[in-house]
């Protein structure tokens, strides 16, 4: 051996069980930006073929110093700083515990002669090693991943994506994803390689590098059972480790909580509705001229899955709350039963509405209403001797292009209601949804069954379900491989944790602990890193995520407010809860498959 650097590549052939997790860690940081920044390219290179196609000519520079280009890095720049920190906390982990796990090699290592200095280089090449092989399978994964993205967007979503390359290579993709992995790996093996170097000769005799820190009296069990409070003693003695595993818990909120965030931006800029229709009936003059019997003659038709109608009267005058002198004028839209039932399926319907009251001929409406709306359910409004009552609220005005009510009262009835309110029973706008397997012919057979008299619109090349759909794949996808590796980090850092203390767990059941009083302190111990991981994780990323709600959605859409986004921190804590019960398992079988005299042995 020429040297003690030839070590790195033995060592790892070794400890290849042990680095997976590692290995596993650099290549998602690896993926992920190569991934990113490769469809930001190839997004920039979209636009940039059809800014050309209409304005003539337009260099990069000045693709990326408009509003797309400035985006397009911002959220790119962005995700890298994010994953970036994920990276190195992830990766510090894993190389934390696997440092832990050898602590007699580095107090052999000092005692044949090596410095602190060379064990601090060995763990640095060490760490660099594991990237020649992550770094490239990052590499690949992230750049066949933008291409099944890119030809997912162009031959099922279309559209506007219907110019985005095929199979582009991204330069500035590939040299990110291995600038972030040298980075990430580099700056997670710093805290790492000063803990080895700190290791002393007498480690080499004890296998144990914590023997210096131990403590020197009893750990106190007032409110819980010994077993607990060993567990939660193990968790917070060591504050590295300790920051370590609870910056993993609060980082995968934390990202998690940022980036749902992007789904709400999403549905304002895209607000998809289950009333949507591919085909639009108006009556030439805006009135409620179009004849009822319409609506059954296209239902019957080939390729229209339901047709549904709306009328409409405006500015009537009506008294609010008592007005006799029906100084308020109000709007009046009726919505057939489909309609109103796409409002609950859209979750349009502020809490405390009662949608089951607007139905058939009743005396209740619902209201469209913004923040500084005056009215409120179970108001009364009367229209000439009618008296009805506003059994819900719409959360934004509907029929308004931003979203506000500019304190006019928009009420949406039944069919029933608006009949018998009006004495009207002809439609002012009559929409058409249309099957799957429809084509142009029973789109042009729909066409001259309505004649015409009315005005005809066909919708279908303005739909942007497809898009929608790709947005929000790519965010959930993204936030499933956070929460994936995050997890499989989690389970992975506290096993090796418990096996780097597996002499001291022998030792206690050599003293008397049985299986199950082990088994509950490994689990206090990662409840522990759990529960203090969620509260720093909600304390930052609930401030955190509405700073960006405020900035990429406030802002522009101003109906919108925010609220606290408890679906979102549901389903995070569930994961939550459920990588620290799987961090128990692994580790508990191990100790139960162990026998005493082999767990005090164990090194």
């Known amino acids: 051996m020429k040297s003690y650097l030839s070590l790195i590549p033995i060592s790892a052939k070794v400890h290849r069980r042990q680095n997976r997790m590692t290995l596993l860690c650099i290549i998602f940081a690896v993926f992920m930006v190569t991934a990113v920044f490769s469809m930001a390219e190839m997004s920039a290179r979209m636009e940039q073929t059809r800014l050309l196609e209409k304005h003539g000519s337009l260099s990069f520079a000045e693709l990326f110093q408009s509003e797309l280009g400035q985006a397009l890095i911002l959220t790119a720049g962005g995700v890298f700083v994010l994953i970036l920190i994920a990276?190195?906390?992830?990766?510090?982990?894993?190389?934390?515990?696997?440092?832990?796990?050898?602590?007699?090699?580095?107090?052999?290592?000092?005692?044949?002669?090596?410095?602190?200095?060379?064990?601090?280089?060995?763990?640095?090449?060490?760490?660099?090693?594991?990237?020649?092989?992550?770094?490239?399978?990052?590499?690949?994964?992230?750049?066949?991943?933008?291409?099944?993205?890119?030809?997912a967007l162009r031959f099922l979503v279309g559209e506007e994506f219907s110019n985005i390359p095929l199979f582009g290579f991204s330069i500035i993709g590939i040299v990110s994803g291995i600038v972030v992995g040298v980075v990430t790996v580099l700056l997670a093996a710093r805290a790492p390689a000063r803990r080895a170097a700190k290791v002393s000769p007498a480690a080499a005799v004890s296998g144990n590098s914590e023997s210096a820190g131990a403590q020197l009296h009893p750990v106190k069990a007032r409110l819980v059972k010994i077993e607990t409070a060993l567990g939660i003693h193990h968790a917070v003695s060591a504050r590295k480790n300790l920051f370590l595993m609870t910056g993993s818990f609060a980082l995968s909120i934390i990202l998690f909580l940022c980036f749902s965030v992007l789904i709400d931006f999403v549905n304002c800029v895209m607000p998809q509705s289950a009333a949507d229709s591919d085909i639009g009936i108006t009556s030439s003059d805006g009135t409620n001229s179009i004849?009822?019997?319409?609506?059954?003659?296209?239902?019957?038709?080939?390729?229209?899955?339901?047709?549904y109608g709306r009328r409409s009267c405006f500015e009537i005058p009506a008294g609010l709350n008592g007005d006799t002198t029906f100084s308020t004028t109000i709007d009046l839209i009726s919505y057939d039963d489909f309609d109103l039932d796409c409002l609950k399926k859209d979750g349009l319907l502020k809490r405390g509405s009662d949608l089951s009251k607007v139905y058939g001929d009743s005396d209740y409406v619902l209201a469209t209403w913004d923040w500084n709306s005056p009215w409120k359910i179970g108001d009364k409004i009367r229209i000439g001797e009618e008296e009805l009552e506003i059994a819900g609220l719409l959360k934004y005005d509907v029929f308004s292009g931003d979203g506000l009510t500019n304190g006019k009262i928009t009420l949406i009835t039944s069919g029933e209601t608006f009949a018998r309110l009006t004495g009207v029973n002809g439609y002012s706008l009559v929409m058409v949804q249309l099957t799957g397997s429809a084509d142009d012919a029973d789109v042009d057979a729909i066409r001259s069954t309505t004649g015409s008299e009315y005005v005809f619109s066909d919708k279908r090349d303005q739909r942007t379900s497809g898009t929608?759909?790709?947005?929000?794949?790519?965010?959930?996808?993204?936030?499933?491989?956070?929460?994936?590796?995050?997890?499989?980090?989690?389970?992975?850092?506290?096993?090796?944790?418990?096996?780097?203390?597996?002499?001291?767990?022998?030792?206690?059941?050599?003293?008397?602990?049985?299986?199950?009083?082990?088994?509950?302190?490994?689990?206090?111990?990662?409840?522990?890193?759990?529960?203090?991981?969620?509260?720093?994780?909600?304390?930052?990323?609930?401030p955190v995520s509405r700073m960006i709600f405020n900035f990429l959605i406030v802002d522009h859409f101003s109906y919108v407010v925010w609220s606290l986004p408890v679906a979102s921190l549901a389903i995070i804590l569930l994961f939550v809860v459920t990588a620290a019960v799987l961090a128990v398992y692994a580790p508990a079988k191990r100790i139960r498959n162990i026998s005493v005299t082999e767990t005090i042995n164990e090194l």
């Not at 594991?130 to 066949?144: D, E, M, N, Q, S």
């Not at 319409?294 to 080939?302: A, D, I, P, Y």
Request: aromatic share 8%.
């Open 291 to 307: 004849n009822s019997g319409l609506v059954q003659t296209l239902s019957g038709m080939e390729g229209v899955r339901r047709a």
């Open 87 to 151: 990276g190195v906390l992830m990766i510090s982990s894993s190389i934390n515990s696997s440092i832990a796990q050898r602590v007699k090699f580095f107090g052999m290592m000092r005692c044949i002669g090596m410095s602190r200095r060379q064990i601090i280089r060995f763990v640095r090449l060490e760490a660099l090693n594991w990237c020649k092989t992550a770094v490239p399978i990052g590499l690949v994964l992230g750049i066949i991943a933008s291409w099944g993205l890119c030809a």
């Open 468 to 542: 929608y759909l790709a947005f929000v794949t790519c965010v959930y996808g993204f936030l499933g491989i956070i929460t994936l590796v995050s997890v499989l980090n989690i389970v992975n850092s506290i096993s090796m944790s418990v096996s780097a203390r597996m002499k001291q767990y022998g030792a206690m059941r050599a003293v008397g602990m049985d299986e199950h009083q082990v088994t509950k302190m490994i689990a206090a111990e990662a409840f522990t890193y759990a529960f203090l991981g969620g509260i720093i994780g909600c304390g930052i990323g609930i």
